[in-house]
């Protein structure tokens, strides 16, 4: 278990807020990690195919963003493709 106010929990409730509330607006969300996303972006499933083999070219100012915001694309976009 992970003690509170740790990098481990404060992710967990981010992502337990946003998935509740998707659950409340009926919106089917779930969380997902970077082999599941290259796995459904056809890519080898592992995370580092994201990195090494993933064509971003595709996603206008795929490069400006974060890297947080880039995984959230990544997630979304893999979601499309699901």
């Known amino acids: 278990m992970a003690q509170k106010g740790s990098a481990y929990s404060e992710r ?4 337990s807020m ?8 009926g919106i089917n969300a ?3 990690v970077k082999a599941t996303i290259a796995k459904n972006l056809g ?3 592992r995370a580092k195919a994201l990195e090494e083999d993933l064509d971003s070219s595709v996603l206008a100012g795929y490069d400006k963003y974060t890297a947080k915001e ?13």
């Not at 967990?12 to 992502?15: D, L, N, P, W």
């Not at 946003?18 to 607006?25: D, G």
């Not at 995984?71 to 493709?81: D, F, H, Q, Y």
């Open 43 to 45: 890519l080898v499933g």
């Open 18 to 25: 946003v998935l509740l509330t998707a659950a409340n607006k």
């Open 70 to 82: 880039q995984e959230a694309i990544l997630a979304a976009w893999s979601a499309l493709k699901s």
């Open 12 to 15: 967990v409730e981010h992502e």
């Open 30 to 32: 779930s969380r997902k």
